[in-house]
């Protein structure tokens, strides 16, 4: 018996394996690059993603702490914020802490006193001072020496507040910018556009 | 025989779709999970932590409206038909549900502090939570750093149990703690509310509605009764100690209809007026956009009051001693005073009121007199109120006042010793009026505050005035000379409530 060779099953001539060759690693070196590219887009948008809830972060402990702000006032590069808070919990060290340690986390008792600007409410005879700044590429809170990084991001976030004293109220306009990964060259447009604003009143405002 | 290698190739190419249909799902669940978690963050936990401070806020609204109803309309503040319940010296609501989001408040309102009139300081703690939609997962990251994200590091959750109460009790007063499950994760925020009693005396002048006055060479200034005496020259002069409390002359209009004549050693409030420095010589800061509200005025419970049967009538003459209790004349308090309760006080009726005399040495007396018709009944009326120096007199009238700014005689000088109130009438037509007309030229004037929000207050020649007034419309077209007396902002009782102080507690 003579087994009959198939055509089709006959090897591939020089020609049609260098021209597959060619054909496979155009549509390889394609394919490679469109995973890179979408692995890069990938991690760009969760970066970008990333950096926009630290600007969210930014903003929220921003106005959280201007709210209840007795005084808020900016620098003149409108990069740090320094305000006063009422001292409402018992921390350590303080003297009710040292009289009783089992008040540490506790709530005070507010007070009133009546001054020459009008009464006023007090929760210790101190304050607290809580200062927004940048250091590198973090954002620092620092309320009483304690310094905690509320956001950090390669970013280059940049918060700029505005403390804004009318003659019956005052309030903080905030803005949270940063420069994506994927800029065109740095234009002004890129920053500019991740802008995020807030407006917070202060609550507490003293006067006299 | 033949031999075919076909089905050997569709395995292949089989195998070949499974694995990058295998790679696809990969990568598109990876993103999904990503997606999902940032949504979670960004869409769920962000929302509800902005909302659950809306709902605590709005927990410390319901609070303060009810608040205000201690003044407004007691019988109904607080009231357990809406859910208020009174126990351990605090008033607790069960909580209220509102919004397309279910969010929940609950308030605490609880007295801290008295003051020297006797008036009532509340704190009022309140809880808002909202609840986190999406998957029970926390998906988050506690550090901070740059490889980490910090997600939780402001906002915490409560995915199984409520986190406050098990560390700080129900109360955050460490008392209670215990672990309260949650129905389903939540997110809580708590604030707390100062409520602090506004007194009636706190401007100068403060007007309901429209203002038109004073004189040209009129000057409204003002000092502190506590520190001396007044002195004309101290509001010109930034080196004297007394300066700073000579430039409250305040004045407050409710309306844009203001007409504003003479100086202002104060500040100048309009709701939406049009007042510039330009247009008028005010010293202090003007703000066109100051709403207020005035609340009608009613006659203050006499429960308490020591009730004196005589007299009853004010005419020609008619002094009122001291009632003499077991052989010791009565000085009464400011919470209990002498009570007097009068049906006519005649259009030439001339009152003096005594203070309580032990051991030859005037005693600070407390005397409050109802007037249930007018004082001064036309143009021609001069009804006379004389208080001596000790007594601290409160009149409240239910129908017009009528007479001249001189009759108002108040020799201490203390405006704060001879307080006027008028009582709302209670139907709407009817406009109330205070008339006082310094006369034929003179200037000598009184020490007395008016608290008349539903009168129409007229006051003409040039009368030298030491105190406040609240009225509903005010006229004036002399060259008065008001000084505000800064100690009268502790003044009377409580006739409405603002929040002084706002602090969220962050635990």
């Known amino acids: 018996m003579k087994l009959k060779a198939s055509p089709s099953i006959a090897g591939f001539t020089l020609s049609e394996m260098l021209v597959s060759l060619s054909l496979s690693s155009i549509v390889l070196a ?23 809830m630290q600007q969210i972060r930014i903003i929220d402990y921003l106005n959280r702490d201007v709210k209840r702000g007795l005084v808020v006032t900016t620098s003149v590069d409108l990069q740090s ?29 507010p007070t009133v006193a009546y001054t020459p600007s009008g009464w006023q ?10 200062v927004y700044s940048i250091s590198g590429n973090s954002i620092l809170r620092t309320e009483n020496g304690v310094v905690t990084t509320i956001a950090s991001s390669t970013d280059q976030l940049v918060p700029q507040s505005t403390d804004v004293e009318l003659s019956n109220t005052e309030y903080a306009n905030t803005s949270v910018t940063f420069l994506p990964i994927f800029t065109s060259g740095g234009a002004v447009a890129e920053r500019t556009g991740t802008s995020m604003y807030a407006t917070a009143y202060l609550r507490n405002k003293r006067r006299g | 025989m033949r031999i075919s290698t076909q089905s050997f190739a569709r395995g ?24 999902v978690t940032r949504y979670n963050v960004a ?15 709005t927990g410390g609204d319901i609070a303060y409206a009810e608040l205000r109803k201690t003044i407004s309309d007691p019988t109904h503040a607080f009231s357990p038909s809406n859910g208020w319940t009174y126990s351990g010296g605090a008033y607790t609501n069960s909580p209220v549900t509102y919004g397309q989001d279910n969010l929940s408040t609950s308030s605490r309102v609880d007295p801290f502090y008295y003051d020297g009139s006797g008036n009532a300081w509340y704190r009022i ?33 409560d995915f199984n149990y409520d986190h406050f109460v098990a560390t700080y009790g129900p109360n955050g007063d460490g008392v209670g703690q215990t672990l309260l499950p949650v129905s389903r994760p939540q997110v809580s925020r708590r604030v707390e509310l100062i409520a602090a009693p506004m007194t009636p005396f706190e401007a100068a002048i403060k007007a309901g509605g429209t203002f038109y006055g004073l004189g040209s060479a009129a000057y409204i200034d003002s000092y502190r009764s506590t520190t001396g005496s007044y002195d004309a020259s101290v509001k010109t002069n930034p080196s004297d100690p007394r300066y700073p409390d000579s430039r409250s002359g305040t004045v407050e209009i409710n309306s844009s209809v203001a007409t504003i004549q003479g100086s202002i050693y104060g500040n100048l409030y309009t709701n939406g007026g049009t007042i510039t420095k330009k247009t008028s010589s005010i010293f202090g800061i003007i703000d066109n956009n100051v709403p207020f509200s005035l609340s009608p005025f009613a006659m203050p419970s006499t429960a308490g009051w020591n009730y004196v049967s005589s007299p009853t009538m004010i005419n020609p003459n008619t002094t009122i001693n001291p009632p003499v209790v077991n052989g010791v004349p009565r000085t009464g308090t400011p919470q209990s005073p002498n009570y007097y309760l009068v049906t006519s006080f005649a259009n ?114 040039a009368p030298d005035i030491t105190g406040a007034i609240v009225c509903k419309n005010f006229y004036g077209n002399g060259n008065v000379h008001w000084h505000y007396d800064r100690a009268l902002d502790t003044e009377g009782d409580a006739v409405d409530y603002r929040i002084l102080s706002y602090v969220e507690d962050i635990r």
């Open chain 2, 348 to 461: 030439n009726g001339n009152l003096t009121v005594n203070p309580a005399v032990i051991g030859g040495v005037a005693q600070e007396t407390y005397v409050a007199i109802h007037v249930t018709g007018d004082i001064g009944q036309n143009t021609s009326s001069n009804p006379t109120i004389t208080v001596p120096p000790s007594v601290h007199l409160q009149v409240y009238f239910d129908g017009n006042f009528q007479t001249k700014a001189e009759n108002i005689i108040n020799t201490s000088g203390y405006a704060g010793n001879l307080q006027f109130y008028a009582i709302s009438p209670t139907d709407p037509t009817v406009q109330q009026t205070v008339n006082l007309n310094s006369g034929g030229g003179s200037t000598s004037g009184f020490s007395a505050v008016f608290y008349t929000p539903s009168a129409n207050f007229t006051i003409n020649g």
């Open chain 1, 30 to 52: 394609a394919a490679i690059t469109c995973g890179i590219s979408l692995q890069k887009s990938l991690a760009a948008t969760d970066n970008y993603f990333s950096t926009e």
């Open chain 2, 43 to 57: 869409s769920s936990q962000v929302r509800s932590w902005k909302e659950s401070l809306d709902a605590a806020e």
């Open chain 1, 121 to 130: 409410v007090n929760y210790s005879p101190s304050t607290t001072t809580v």
């Open chain 2, 125 to 157: 703690r309140t809880k808002g939570t909202a609840p986190v939609l999406g998957l029970k997962r926390v998906g988050m990251d506690d550090r901070m750093g740059p490889n980490t994200r910090g997600d939780s590091l402001l906002r915490k959750i």
């Open chain 2, 12 to 35: 292949n190419v089989l195998l070949c779709v499974l694995a990058t249909i295998l790679v696809v799902s990969l990568i598109g669940a990876n993103v999904l999970l990503n997606c």
């Open chain 1, 81 to 109: 914020v320094t305000m006063s808070v009422p001292k409402y919990i018992i921390q350590a060290g303080d003297p009710e802490a040292i009289a009783d340690p089992e008040t540490i986390g506790m709530p005070r008792t």
